[in-house]
């Protein structure tokens, strides 16, 4: 019986001839210029690959750091960039890490916001604590680099048992920081960063809680790697390159705030 599978008809490029691209018989030419063709990339198969989405992540920060310039100069001026960064920021990455599809303007709109506020925050710190900010950039390269180093070599991977820790501990240090920013700001405690600043044996608990942070992430930035990818070697959609940037992006700010302050409470 005859399949009806066109890759093993007679007219196929095994078992035949001649090899027929839509009913044309190909000459050894026309292979020898298939052959030499470059192979095909993201923007031609729509797939995901790690050159796109480098590109993708590239101009998210290339974004980031120019808002962050604008916010460095004018935040001295007014507190305005910071506050509105801020605010944007928090509800444009809801909003991202949310919705169930991608959106390429939301994502850089969250990027110029993480500007404003990285910039107007760093501007304050640098202030207050001289070359506190040339610590907490070196220090985020380190961990990016060595994070992204030991999981290209295969030294540490994603587990499910390692994410179900990740989310607990997460969600412990969601609810000190929301308690502990709610005090601040009702005056419930007068110290420069509320309860981080109480010591426990002569250590402040930010100092601990910001190796804490430093930790997870450390993890979540392995957890944007796994997810890029798996997403390369499954063939997803060229789209979610998006999402791995917006991943990145999100892991990366937060990991030089927590650098930022525990390099300003190591010095009060």
Partial sequence: ?????PAFSRNAAFGAP???AGGKVLSDSDLQGMFNAPSAGSQDTDRMSYDDTIRKTVLSFALLLVTAAIGWIVTPVTMLPLIVGAIAGLVLGLVNAFKKEPSPPLILAYAAAQGLFVGGISIVFEQIYPGVVTQAVLATLVV???TLALFASGKIRASAKA???FLIAMIGYSVFSLVNFGMMVFGATDNAFGLRSAEIFGIPIGLLIGVLAVIMAAYSLVLDFDFIQRGVNNRAPRKYGWTG???IMLTVVWLYVEMLRIFAIARE
Avoid: D, E, L
């Fill in 18 to 20: 001649g090899a027929t």
């Fill in 1 to 5: 019986m005859a399949s009806s599978n």
């Fill in 163 to 165: 994410t179900k820790v």
């Fill in 245 to 247: 940037a917006f991943g």
């Fill in 144 to 146: 990016v680099g060595v």
